[in-house]
């Protein structure tokens, strides 16, 4: 099974290849940040998501395969989640939890979950060193691989090849 992974902007697929994804870009609007994208929070309360984390690791399509939720692979269903995280020092994300699955009661969210240690960031600098404590938000897109090619139709003639008619 092959699966695609959709994390903040970029489309990771599974021949190694990313590209920017219409359908996930940022549109600023007043009120909120987007997704994944910088958070200040009140003053003192930690350092600020990274407005554009840097990916180091992401999962790739065997990893997908590996956590795709078992009844809505054999339902051939697509799905996404949202996990909410802290970035520790060295990149890696920790304190995960998943606030958003959809469809619901299908596992999104746990797979989402079960994939978070596999992702990398380059850590933010303060004053030349490495830190850790911001929060981010991580959407993950789930696809649902292409079922097997469908046999092609039989010929009307099953006659072997250079068998003349009667």
Not at 51 to 56: A, E, G, H, V
Not at 132 to 139: C, L
Request: charge should be negative; hydrophobic fraction near 40%; include cysteine.
């Amino acid at each position: 099974m092959v699966a695609a992974l959709m994390v903040v902007l970029a489309l990771a697929a599974a021949d190694g290849t990313t590209q920017i994804d219409p359908k996930w870009a940022w549109h600023p609007q007043a009120s909120q940040p987007a997704a994944g994208l910088a958070n200040p929070g009140p003053v003192g309360a930690g350092p600020p998501a990274p407005l554009r984390p840097n990916w180091t690791r992401a999962p790739a399509g065997d990893d997908m395969s590996t956590y795709y939720p078992d009844r809505a692979q054999r339902e051939g269903l697509n799905g996404r989640a949202v996990i909410d995280c802290t970035v520790t020092d060295d990149g890696h994300l920790d304190n995960c939890t998943a606030i958003s699955e959809e469809p619901a009661n299908y596992g999104f969210g746990d797979a989402a979950l079960k994939l978070a240690h596999l992702f990398k960031m380059k850590p933010q600098m303060a004053n030349g060193a490495p830190v850790g404590g911001a929060r981010i938000k991580v959407p993950i897109r789930f696809v649902a691989p292409a079922g097997p090619a469908p046999l092609p139709a039989e010929p009307a003639d099953q006659r072997p090849m250079g068998v003349p008619e009667e």
